[in-house]
């Protein structure tokens, strides 16, 4: 099991941006793929991006593409999204989560093992 630890949310205006983290522990990080989540308020789960153990695949929501850039270090055992032009309706909790990702079921919530606690954002319009 891999212990995911999310930092970097908080309250942003639109049009802004910010850098979310997630800390990973365990030395088999490496070896899962990985991906973000968000949930608004009222709603489910809803992954944003994901990207595979060796960081050589990302996949994305079509309704982040353009603006979210997930990206991996696994000598820290982080993975890190990016996210440019905030709008209002970004703001949820955003998770990260790790598992064995395929192409066919990256997008699916049932395909991660290891969940983090969410750290939270907020975009004011």
């Known amino acids: 099991q891999v212990q995911l630890v999310e930092s970097g949310g908080g309250l942003v205006q639109a049009g802004g941006s910010l850098r979310l983290s997630c800390a990973a522990s365990?030395?088999?990080?490496?070896?899962?793929?990985a991906g973000w989540f968000r949930q608004a308020p009222g709603k489910g789960p809803d992954v944003v991006a994901a990207i595979t153990w060796n960081g050589g695949q990302t996949y994305y929501a079509d309704s982040v593409k353009g603006r979210f850039t997930i990206s991996r270090d696994n000598a820290k055992n982080t993975v890190n999204l990016q996210i440019a032009s905030l709008q209002p309706e970004d703001t949820a909790v955003y998770y990260c989560a790790a598992g064995s990702l395929r192409v066919d079921n990256w997008y699916s919530r049932y395909a991660y093992t290891s969940w983090g606690q969410g750290t939270q954002v907020t975009v004011s319009s």
């Open positions: 365990g030395r088999a990080f490496s070896t899962y793929g």
